[in-house]
């Protein structure tokens, strides 16, 4: 975002977020561009870079399933700190809704993915909203 983020377009302000997640900082601080902190392209891209952009988020997109899983492939839990339990099981059911076979995509595949799944901060609340679900739909 460079010395003057006041200055800088929406596609600067992306690309420097794609380059380095924490640029969104500045973008937050700065008057001109403080709204790209609820654009979700913005910060999509800002913590895919770096989970710990995710504080600079706006309170919307810290709510936002789609920001949040980001987060969470990042390994950012610690970042996730914060979201709401609903959010956290919303989270859970799009993960259990989207759960990998292991005969699709490979056993590694599936045990990287789900142990990343259950090493996340509010793990066994997501876990427990997942099978609350699982339970209501049978």
Do not use: Y
């Amino acid at each position: 975002v460079g010395a003057n983020p006041d200055r800088c377009s929406r596609e600067e302000v992306l690309a420097a977020v794609s380059h380095d997640g924490l640029a969104l900082e500045a973008v937050a601080r700065s008057e001109a561009h403080s709204d790209l902190c609820g654009d979700r392209e913005v910060v999509l891209a800002a913590v895919r870079q770096n989970a710990r952009a995710f504080r600079h988020a706006s309170t919307a997109l810290r709510e936002d399933v789609q920001v949040v899983m980001a987060v969470m492939a990042q390994g950012g839990a610690a970042a996730c700190e914060g979201v709401s339990k609903e959010t956290l099981a919303n989270v859970a059911c799009h993960l259990m809704s989207q759960r990998p076979r292991p005969e699709v995509v490979g056993v590694e595949a599936t045990r990287r993915q789900w142990t990343r799944f259950h090493s996340c901060q509010g793990a066994s609340l997501l876990r427990q909203q997942a099978r609350n679900v699982t339970i209501q739909r049978r």
